[in-house]
């Protein structure tokens, strides 16, 4: 029991390191971000195709695109969004892996054609997408927001976690999650909002924290959209019937099971910058 802990610890605490370094040396070395977010990506629709497959429907070629195909996507939307190349090039690799993935699908008569296109297309939309909506989070504002970010759904997991052992009686959603409870939920939005306040008086000039209302509802934004994700793919291992998504971190799973709330998240806070800049 105490071996587990401290073998989750040590991995936990090397993923967030590796996290916070990659996003605090973007402006100077975007090579550490850009290698490792794609390794994620990679890893990330490898993780999706291992629950979901299928021997019937197995080809190393389709799954080469899918993987090549999301970490295009995340590279150019960086060279995009970020002033690097063209803002024309994010177009590029979309357009490239959709008339590669449907022409090679004809090549591959004794697959399924209906459900391998489905996995490959939801492989981009549930992972690769949201990890390339980071950096028009990062063109949106700086890469020191999606650290914070970060931090917010760190801090609504952990105090998720705490309350929901400590006080949790109502189930959040039984169906789905049946040790989520609306305790829980509570807890980590209280602790995002604190934090939020924290940031402000304490780590306002690193942080550069926008007015404090707007600060404060990220946060909101961040541990909502963190527990729907956290929900989301709950409901896909438990459709396929796996505990994890993966093995890949000791103690903790997969790494969908690290970034199912990122994946929510991302494109929920995209969402809420547009609102507050056009507002």
Not at 24 to 43: E, M
Not at 107 to 113: D, G, K, S
Not at 194 to 209: G, M, R, S, Y
Not at 219 to 245: N, Q
Request: glycine share 8%.
């Amino acid at each position: 029991m105490v071996k587990n802990i401290v073998i989750r610890a040590i991995s936990g605490a090397v993923y967030v390191a590796l996290i916070v370094a990659s996003i605090i040396l973007l402006d100077n070395s975007p090579i550490t971000y850009l290698v490792l977010f794609s390794l994620i990506t990679v890893l990330g629709v490898k993780e999706l195709y291992d629950m979901s497959r299928d021997p019937e429907n197995e080809s190393w070629l389709v799954a080469l695109i899918d993987m090549a195909g999301a970490v295009g996507m995340f590279v150019t939307f960086y060279l995009g969004m970020n002033g690097s190349s063209s803002h024309a090039i994010w177009l590029f690799v979309p357009c490239t892996y959709l008339l590669a993935r449907c022409i090679t699908q004809l090549y591959r008569p004794r697959l399924n054609a209906v459900s391998t296109l489905e996995r490959s297309f939801f492989s981009m939309l549930y992972v690769a997408l949201p990890l390339s909506l980071m950096n028009c989070i990062i063109a949106m504002s700086t890469p020191k927001l999606l650290l914070a970010v970060f931090i917010f759904i760190w801090v609504n997991d952990t105090g998720a976690f705490c309350a929901g052992v400590s006080m949790g009686r109502h189930k959040l959603w039984e169906r789905i999650s049946p040790k989520k409870s609306w305790e829980g939920f509570f807890g980590g939005l209280l602790a995002c909002v604190l934090t939020a306040l924290a940031t402000d008086k304490w780590f306002n000039e690193f942080f550069q924290v926008p007015e404090l209302g707007v600060w404060i509802g990220l946060s909101v934004v961040v541990s909502i959209a963190a527990t729907y994700g956290d929900l989301t793919e709950s409901l896909l291992k438990r459709t396929e019937g796996v505990k994890d998504s993966g093995h890949l971190i000791p103690g903790h799973g997969g790494i969908l099971d690290r970034i199912d709330s990122l994946l929510l998240v991302s494109p929920a806070v995209v969402l809420y910058l547009i609102l507050v800049i056009y507002n």
